[in-house]
């Protein structure tokens, strides 16, 4: 699964552009953060730090459980700013009755919950950097340049290997990110094999034709 990256979330229009967007969910670069709405809730993952085991990243849940209208009366009176928004959570004394801190007066219907992420993978946008498409093999089939194919969708026949069952790129792209030193990949007879400790997992026939663009901007009203 591919994740967009948005500069920052720091005015009304840049709300609205996120939520008028396929996907309700993005990585921030600054504050560092991943932002989500899940059903009538606003997830956000603070990421700054650069968290080697996502399970270290602290997650904040707040919103109510039939109206997504408090988690926005909260981001207005924030002023639509993300930043400002997590530094009042993170004052926030969760050992007490936080409805009675101020920041969360904004609803009588506003609920917050602080916990760790426990997603081993989730990393920051300035850990993983941009996976730039290929122009053409490279001299050695390193993880990176593996990862770097799968996420721009630079292949065709994609199948297993060893009688293993064909495994989804984005599934291929994960195991990658997750343990990159176990990879390589061996190039023969036009294939390309993804080896994990040694052994072929998949192949594939890469493509080198740059990939189309992915995200289009869209005009805020």
């Not at 390193?142 to 060893?162: F, I, K, V, Y």
């Not at 343990?179 to 061996?186: E, N």
Request: charged content about 25%; overall charge neutral; glycine content about 6%.
């Amino acid at each position: 699964m591919l994740i967009r990256v948005l500069p920052a979330l720091d005015c009304r229009a840049h709300w609205i552009d996120f939520c008028r967007r396929d996907h309700s969910h993005c990585f921030v670069e600054s504050p560092e953060s991943l932002v989500e709405f899940q059903s009538s809730y606003l997830q956000i993952t603070q990421l700054a730090g650069g968290h080697l085991d996502g399970r270290e990243a602290v997650k904040f849940s707040l919103g109510a459980r039939h109206s997504v209208e408090p988690a926005w009366a909260l981001i207005r009176a924030c002023d639509w700013n993300l930043d400002t928004l997590l530094k009042g959570l993170g004052e926030l004394d969760f050992n007490a009755n936080v409805r009675d801190n101020s920041l969360l007066g904004v609803h009588t219907d506003l609920t917050v919950r602080k916990f760790f992420a426990k997603d081993r993978r989730l990393g920051s946008p300035s850990r993983l950097g941009l996976l730039e498409p290929l122009s053409e093999a490279p001299a050695i089939w390193t993880a990176d340049a593996l990862a770097r194919l799968l996420a721009n969708e630079q292949w065709r026949e994609l199948q297993g290997e060893n009688g293993a069952a064909a495994t989804a790129a984005d599934g291929l792209l994960l195991q990658l990110l997750d343990a990159p030193k176990h990879w390589l990949g061996l190039e023969r007879n036009g294939r390309l094999y993804l080896l994990r400790a040694r052994v072929p997992v998949a192949s594939l026939v890469p493509d080198y034709r740059p990939p189309a663009p992915r995200l289009k901007r869209r005009t805020v009203l």
